[in-house]
């Protein structure tokens, strides 16, 4: 079962309206579109409605059908300004490094629904346990903004302090790690230039 976020990311590509568009278009109906795909015309109807979501195996199979690319289900009908929400009860908390039974923190994209992202930007939350992160690179800059109590960022071997209010900008495409130091949870806002 799909989380309500999932849910609605996939909402928003309208896939079951887009399939049904195409099939109207060439005047087929859910048995004889069945007929090409292979798929039950219940089945069918059920992505058409939204009730269901298609594996994109299927998706292909119907793209096929009507020759046209995977990209048909996903690309914007016209181009428009690009703007992302997120919501907070929408983002998912996931742990790094993954499956650890002490991460050294944890992660909230706040950008995931923008496509092609210049920028990726995460709110990141170190509890009171959590181990240094490992040292890793990547991108090209990084811009932290502590939000709640101290960072400790080592950026190529020299660390700095951060209390809440503070902010760093560095090159990551050089080795660097986090801690939290001090009492209490640390928060921070983080934004990757890929």
């Known amino acids: ?16 309206p887009r399939i049904k568009a195409l099939r109207l278009r060439k005047k087929l109906g859910l048995v004889q579109l069945a007929g090409h795909t292979g798929l039950s015309p219940a089945m069918l109807s059920k992505i058409e409605r939204g009730q269901m979501f298609p594996t994109l195996p299927t998706l292909l199979r119907i793209a096929m059908v009507f020759g046209v690319g995977l990209d048909h289900f996903f690309k914007a009908d016209k181009e428009e300004p690009l703007i992302a929400i997120v919501r907070k009860e929408q983002r ?8 650890e039974k002490r991460p050294a923190f944890f992660f909230e994209s706040l950008d995931y629904p923008a496509a092609d992202r210049r920028m990726e930007a995460f709110y990141a939350e170190f509890p009171i346990d959590s181990p240094p992160s490992e040292p890793h690179q990547h991108g090209s800059a990084e ?39 001090g009492e209490g949870i640390s928060s921070a806002l983080v934004v990757i230039s890929p």
């Open 1 to 16: 079962m799909l989380s309500d976020t999932l849910s609605n990311e996939l909402q928003r590509y309208a896939i079951g």
């Open 92 to 99: 998912l908390k996931l742990p790094s490094p993954p499956g």
């Open 143 to 181: 811009f932290i903004y502590v939000l709640s109590g101290r960072v400790v960022v080592n950026v190529d071997g020299k660390e700095t302090a951060l209390d809440a209010g503070d902010a760093i900008y560095f090159d990551s495409s050089v080795p660097h790690s986090y801690r939290r130091e």
